[in-house]
């Protein structure tokens, strides 16, 4: 059974700091691994999307790599912004169709 | 255009009521979701869509009947909830449905079943 898990649940930077989120999986035959962003008490926002066979992605400030030997991926935001706080979700697909999700990390950027 | 949108945004509702959960996409996806997404916690998939055929049913009650017209619109249809049932109804969205895709979320509509 795919377990994700998404360490620290809760991190606060001052602004300008980079940010590097952890998301790691026990089961690495995987298709692909989805970064999200949540606002509270609102929808999922799709970041990025990797493939099984990329080692990373990039959108902006944005990067996210992928080593599934080692069943991590890691979301860098680069000069952290007062914007950037929210949750931050980590998924994988499983064979069943459903999304296995990490517990999220929750950020906060401090001006 | 990568929007998926859902209304209400907001739902009170009494165990007797009957009401209903709308999503809509235009972006020519073939596979809707339904998630359930109570505080602190990741989404938990509820129905699955599949080119208008559901295709995954994650033992959910039957209070929760979902229903998709066609292949731009998804409804979920409530009726005699518990309060327990209070949490972020969340819809997505993809291509095809398949493993490799990229899921696109709505803002969700809150529900607060008293």
């Known amino acids: 059974k795919q377990e994700v898990t998404q360490i620290p649940a809760a991190l606060s930077v001052p602004e300008g700091e980079n940010l590097v989120l952890n998301c790691s999986f026990t089961d690495s035959a995987i298709y692909n691994l989805q970064w999200f962003r949540q606002d509270p008490g609102k929808g999922l926002t799709s970041l990025l999307l990797?493939?099984?066979?990329?080692r990373e992605q990039t959108s902006g400030r944005l990067n996210a790599s992928l080593d599934k030997s080692s069943g991590r991926s890691t979301l860098y935001i680069a000069a952290s912004q007062p914007g950037d706080s929210a949750t931050y979700l980590c998924?994988?697909?499983?064979?069943?169709?459903?999304?296995?999700f990490g517990a999220g990390t929750t950020v906060t950027v401090r001006a | 255009d990568t929007e998926v949108t859902q209304t209400p945004k907001h739902l009170v509702m009494g165990m007797t009521n009957k009401k209903s959960l709308k999503c809509e996409q235009h972006m020519g996806h073939r596979a809707m979701y339904w998630y359930k997404q109570k505080a602190k916690k990741p989404p938990e998939l509820m129905f699955v869509?599949?080119?208008?055929?559901?295709?995954i049913n994650e033992s959910v009650p039957s209070r929760f009947s979902p229903e998709c017209p066609n292949s731009s619109l998804l409804n979920l249809h409530l009726h005699a909830l518990q309060p327990e049932d209070s949490a972020l109804y969340l819809c997505?969205?993809?291509?095809?449905?398949?493993?490799?895709?990229?899921?696109?979320f709505g803002p969700g509509t809150r529900l607060l079943v008293l």
């Open positions: 998924a994988v697909p499983r064979e069943d169709y459903k999304l296995s």
């Open positions: 997505a969205s993809s291509k095809d449905g398949t493993l490799q895709e990229t899921q696109y």
């Open positions: 869509y599949s080119y208008e055929k559901l295709s």
């Open positions: 990797i493939q099984s066979s990329q």
